[in-house]
């Protein structure tokens, strides 16, 4: 059995809403805690940087509200994505505000970083660290990242190209703390697949886009509800590292989706030599959204989920 901290145990549902660049606010993180995920968005999102401390005031506040008022069934934790690549600027910044809201779980994207780890423990946090490799799985747990996330194959924005299989067991090998896969999880079955390989909690991204509260424009959740995994393109060109993106979005943009060329992977090049620019032109998006067919509310998705888990549990039996 994995060992998890406090703030996962008896989690509603094992589920980290992931966070998504642009796209998540307080209005889906709060709606995922409250369906019984954790909520997840990237500090980053805030802009400019003050509105971060409104957005963690809204957050905390409209949470705990909510589970005074409904003390037998309380909203999952939030986290927040701290981005340690030495590209940030506002680490120091939005790590003070971190503290000073107590932010229950930090997800460290893009390097490991020890000083960003023992302050999140010091405020009684924990961090998860997503990794797209054993290697860096072993690099982010020296430097006291709590949990991993390893982020397989499949999965939306820049991803791996290693099996879940692979990477899950290659990791529980050697780690029995929190670990939380990623990869093309958009169905109650799917989540139970990866508690069954040996993870705690499922990581979706990618279905949460085509929700009523994400803040994505219509054209891109429309896009998502009507695509599926031929329909993803694996690519450097717009970052300088690999990711998985919407062809659809590609194509409008006046590229060819099948001949993009490569770009330098040292630098992080978001505008990708043109105009079109991750995330805001070209969609990022994972290879499970053939399970995502209509719009709906967070709510109702997470509703879903739980069912399909039931059902996949049941056909088990």
Same mark, same amino acid.
């Given at each position: 059995?994995?060992?998890?901290?406090?703030?996962?145990?008896?989690?509603?549902?094992?589920?980290?809403?992931?966070?998504?660049?642009?796209?998540?606010?307080?209005?889906?993180?709060?709606?995922? *805690?409250?369906?019984?995920?954790?909520?997840?968005?990237?500090?980053?999102?805030?802009?400019?940087?003050?509105?971060?401390?409104?957005?963690?005031? /809204?957050?905390?506040?409209?949470?705990?509200?909510?589970?005074?008022?409904?003390?037998?069934?309380?909203?999952?934790?939030?986290?927040?994505?701290?981005?340690?690549?030495?590209?940030?600027?506002? @680490?120091?910044?939005? +790590? $003070?505000? *971190?503290?000073?809201?107590?932010?229950?779980?930090?997800?460290?994207?893009?390097?490991?970083? /020890?000083?960003?780890?023992?302050?999140?423990?010091?405020?009684?946090?924990? #961090?998860?660290?997503?990794?797209?490799?054993?290697?860096?799985?072993?690099?982010?747990?020296?430097?006291?990242? #709590?949990? @991993?996330?390893?982020?397989?194959?499949? =999965?939306?924005?820049? $991803?791996?190209?290693? %099996?879940?299989?692979? +990477?899950?067991?290659?990791?529980?090998?050697?780690?029995?703390?929190?670990?939380?896969?990623?990869?093309?999880?958009?169905?109650?079955?799917?989540?139970?697949? $990866?508690?069954?390989?040996?993870?705690?909690?499922?990581?979706?991204?990618?279905?949460?886009?085509?929700?009523?509260? =994400?803040?994505?424009?219509?054209?891109?959740?429309?896009?998502?509800? /009507?695509?599926?995994?031929?329909?993803?393109?694996? %690519?450097?060109?717009?970052?300088?590292?690999?990711?998985?993106?919407?062809?659809?979005?590609?194509?409008?943009?006046?590229?060819?989706?099948?001949?993009?060329? /490569?770009?330098?992977?040292?630098? +992080?090049?978001?505008?990708?030599?043109?105009?079109?620019? $991750?995330?805001?032109?070209?969609?990022? *998006?994972?290879?499970?959204?053939?399970?995502?067919?209509?719009?709906?509310?967070?709510?109702?998705?997470?509703?879903?989920?739980?069912?399909?888990?039931?059902?996949?549990?049941?056909? @088990?039996?």
């Amino acid at each position: 059995m994995s060992k998890l901290p406090p703030i996962l145990q008896n989690l509603p549902f094992p589920v980290i809403g992931s966070p998504l660049f642009i796209i998540s606010n307080p209005k889906l993180v709060i709606e995922q *805690c409250k369906a019984g995920v954790v909520g997840s968005m990237p500090a980053l999102n805030a802009r400019p940087a003050a509105q971060l401390e409104d957005w963690l005031a /809204e957050i905390t506040e409209t949470l705990a509200a909510y589970n005074q008022a409904n003390p037998g069934k309380p909203a999952a934790p939030f986290a927040i994505n701290q981005i340690v690549h030495k590209s940030n600027d506002r @680490l120091e910044h939005d +790590m $003070a505000l *971190c503290e000073k809201y107590k932010v229950p779980i930090i997800i460290t994207s893009l390097g490991a970083r /020890e000083d960003v780890n023992t302050a999140v423990k010091a405020w009684g946090g924990i #961090t998860l660290h997503d990794v797209i490799s054993n290697v860096f799985a072993h690099k982010a747990i020296e430097k006291g990242a #709590t949990g @991993l996330i390893p982020v397989a194959a499949g =999965a939306g924005g820049h $991803a791996s190209v290693k %099996s879940p299989f692979a +990477m899950v067991q290659e990791i529980r090998a050697w780690f029995d703390g929190p670990l939380v896969l990623s990869g093309s999880i958009a169905s109650g079955g799917a989540i139970l697949a $990866a508690q069954a390989m040996g993870a705690d909690l499922a990581y979706i991204g990618s279905a949460f886009i085509a929700t009523h509260e =994400a803040r994505a424009v219509d054209g891109y959740k429309q896009m998502i509800t /009507e695509s599926n995994s031929d329909d993803i393109v694996y %690519s450097n060109f717009y970052t300088g590292i690999h990711g998985n993106y919407l062809k659809g979005s590609i194509k409008n943009s006046g590229m060819d989706p099948d001949n993009l060329p /490569e770009s330098d992977p040292s630098k +992080m090049n978001f505008g990708g030599g043109g105009e079109a620019k $991750a995330w805001k032109d070209i969609w990022g *998006c994972g290879q499970g959204i053939g399970a995502i067919n209509e719009v709906v509310s967070t709510a109702d998705l997470v509703a879903r989920f739980k069912r399909e888990y039931a059902e996949a549990k049941a056909r @088990l039996l």
